[in-house]
């Protein structure tokens, strides 16, 4: 293992370690839950079932993933002749993993010339997402373009230029209330005189007003078709994980209107409702691409649901052990 394998192995742990912290609220919303049901029964019945289901339901999981999760328990304990409920638990871990699974969930447009289109309601961090995924995109050594097509945002515009500061990329923008499109015009143009590799737009989310919304998106997509047919394109919506099933609400109001390919999932950190990020990979197979736990670029990461159910479960010396 390389010096900078080393330092990026660090830097896992490092957010491995803060997303542990920061689902301690979950952790007890569910986690104390369920192993108070392993340790209060003593054989494995329709009780024991109704138990878990209700507390992964209380915690955000979703009815839909939460009876996926018990089906698949029930066929697990059956096909391996388990009576202790405690002797559950791993299968029950293993359980929730899978229903995180959707396949496939490649960064193409790391890796491709791409267009990515931030969207997402005003307070879910939309803006500072943006700023972060430019400053890791720019740390790898890509040139990124940021357009600041949020306008109707009093303040968005000037916010984004501080993290494009900060992130050491440039930004295109235009006046308070201008036309979102005309901004994403101008990006274009200067991401392909620049040969940028990533033009980043933070656009508007009024989902109070889902035909604007949609007619701006559309106004847009159709510039960017025209205007650079050759990018990759990626559309990710922020969600706050803190609000929980409003979170998966909207998830499903922006699938209505735009083709999201992924979700940043912020303000996990302090949240009782970390369990959302289950529940919206499972009921709507859109992938959850990035988590954050915090406020520096370093709390943006790329999201890895076998760390995620692991940190849930505070398994973090036992993922430790099998890396030693």
């Given at each position: ?44 019945d329709d009780d024991f079932y109704e138990e878990i289901e209700e507390i992964l339901v209380m915690g955000d999981l979703g009815v839909h993933a939460t ?234 990461q790329k999201f890895d649901s076998n760390d995620f159910v692991n940190a849930l479960f505070d398994r973090a010396s036992e993922r430790d052990e099998e890396?030693?």
């Open positions: 293992m390389d010096q900078e394998e080393k330092k990026e192995e660090k830097k896992k742990k490092g957010f491995f370690g803060r997303l542990v912290e920061g689902l301690t609220k979950t952790r007890n919303n569910i986690v104390k839950g369920i192993d108070n049901v392993f340790s209060g029964f003593s054989h494995i009876q996926q999760i018990i089906e698949n328990l029930k066929q697990q304990v059956k096909e391996q002749h388990i009576k202790e409920p405690a002797d559950c638990k791993e299968l029950l871990i293993e359980s929730i993993k899978r229903q995180m699974d959707v396949g496939e969930t490649a960064y193409r447009f790391e890796n491709e010339q791409s267009v990515v289109m931030v969207i997402g309601v005003n307070g879910v961090g939309k803006t500072t997402s943006v700023g972060k995924l430019a400053g890791k995109l720019n740390a790898q050594g890509k040139k990124v373009v940021l357009a600041a097509a949020d306008t109707f945002r009093a303040a968005a515009g000037s916010q984004l230029e501080e993290w494009a500061k900060r992130a050491g990329v440039e930004m295109i923008g235009g006046q308070e209330g201008a036309d979102p499109a005309a901004v994403v015009y101008d990006a274009v143009a200067a991401a392909k005189a620049r040969r940028a590799d990533v033009l980043l737009c933070d656009t508007a989310g009024r989902l109070h007003n889902k035909k604007n919304l949609m007619e701006e998106l559309r106004k847009i997509n159709r510039i960017i078709d025209r205007e650079y047919p050759e990018a990759f394109r990626e559309t990710l919506v922020v969600l706050d994980g803190t609000t929980g099933q409003n979170a998966l609400a909207q998830a499903k109001q922006f699938a209505e209107v735009a083709d999201i390919t992924g979700i940043i999932l912020t303000k996990m950190d302090g949240t009782a409702k970390g369990g959302i990020a289950v529940a919206i990979q499972s009921e709507l197979g859109i992938p959850v691409k990035y988590i954050g736990v915090g406020e520096t670029i370093d709390d943006l890396e030693c």
